[in-house]
């Protein structure tokens, strides 16, 4: 299932909301804690242009927001996307309306696009008020001129972050294998890359739920990770604090080798490098309890800090 941000229900709740930008802080903060649904959300690319009111855009409202926030959602909105533009799915008579609004270029006219292909999709509504027209759990929408209409589709619509997460996870099938587990881990965690080597590693061994989803618990948390850090490798006030929560202490889930153990067999702790030719020595890993897994990660993350590079996935070595 694919999902598009509606970008009618972002104009009406951010015109009601105390504080106006609430809204916006509300759709960051789901697109950073649910991971599933952050790898399936797409947005127009005009959305930062988006009025709100007469002559306030999106963009200048969000500037009332802390500059931290301001960067991450415009960094998404103007620059990462993904975009609708990017995979426009194509249909005859292409024209969408919502009520009177035409909605052809926005989030619900691609959400229609989709199911006219016989594709899932839904929309993403921010609500500040729960007598929101847009608090329905499908939306109307209108293919052709609204007087002599080709269809009438109804769009999925969501604005509970755990209803839409349920959702997707229900569509999304559930991966048998050690190669559709990679395959799925390497959609949904993009500021991570995961090396073939892993795969080499895990294929001769039986694939469990369990297993795979606390090797999941600690992709998530290195995604998290990589989405807090800036171009020049630093991290941002929150990244910080998860780096301490995750990284320090006896027991925290994420260390380095001992120098004991790296000074007695560094080859060892050579894999292949996921992004080409050669080796990486990497000797940060994170803890997977069941079976006493490791999985293995270059740390520091090298320029241009776009992605963590994963090497190895298995057994304790």
């Known amino acids: 299932m694919r999902v598009f941000v509606n970008e009618l229900a972002i104009k009406e709740a951010c015109s009601v909301a105390t504080p106006p930008h609430a809204p916006l802080m509300e759709l960051l903060r789901i697109r950073k804690d649910s991971p599933v649904i952050r790898d399936v959300l797409y947005c127009a690319g005009g959305l930062s242009a988006t009025e709100i009111r007469t002559?306030?855009?999106?963009?200048?409202?969000?500037?009332?927001?802390?500059r931290e926030h301001v960067g991450l959602l415009l960094n998404w909105i103007d620059r990462m996307g993904p975009f609708i533009e990017g995979d426009r799915q194509v249909v005859e008579d292409d024209l969408f309306y919502f009520d009177d609004i035409e909605v052809t270029d926005l989030g619900l006219g691609e959400a229609a696009r989709w199911i006219l292909t016989a594709r899932q999709a839904a929309v993403l509504s921010m609500l500040a008020e729960t007598t929101s027209r847009f608090a329905e759990s499908a939306l109307g929408v209108i293919h052709g001129f609204q007087e002599?209409?080709?269809?009438?589709i109804s769009v999925p619509n969501y604005w509970a972050e755990s209803d839409l997460a349920a959702a997707l996870?229900?569509?999304?099938?559930?991966?048998?294998?050690w190669h559709e587990f990679l395959a799925s881990a390497r959609t949904r965690y993009d500021r991570l890359l995961i090396g073939d080597h892993c795969y080499a590693i895990l294929k001769s061994r039986p694939y469990t739920r369990?297993?795979?989803s606390a090797i999941e618990r600690r992709l998530d948390v290195l995604q998290a990770l990589m989405e807090e850090m800036n171009s020049d490798g630093s991290l941002t006030s929150h990244g910080q604090e998860l780096q301490a929560q995750q990284f320090k202490g006896e027991c925290a889930p994420f260390g380095d080798e001992s120098d004991t153990r790296k000074q007695s067999n560094p080859q060892r702790f050579l894999f292949p490098n996921p992004a080409g030719a050669g080796v990486l020595q990497c000797t940060w890993h994170g803890?997977?309890?069941?079976?006493?897994?490791?999985?293995?990660?270059?740390?520091?993350?090298?320029?241009?800090?776009?992605?963590?590079?994963v090497c190895y996935v298995g057994p304790h070595l």
């Open 55 to 66: 002559g306030v855009t999106l963009r200048a409202l969000a500037q009332r927001m802390s």
């Open 169 to 177: 996870q229900e569509a999304a099938p559930e991966p048998r294998t």
């Open 287 to 309: 803890k997977v309890r069941i079976q006493s897994y490791r999985i293995y990660f270059e740390w520091p993350v090298q320029p241009p800090h776009r992605q963590l590079r």
């Open 148 to 152: 002599d209409p080709f269809n009438h």
């Open 210 to 212: 369990s297993l795979a």
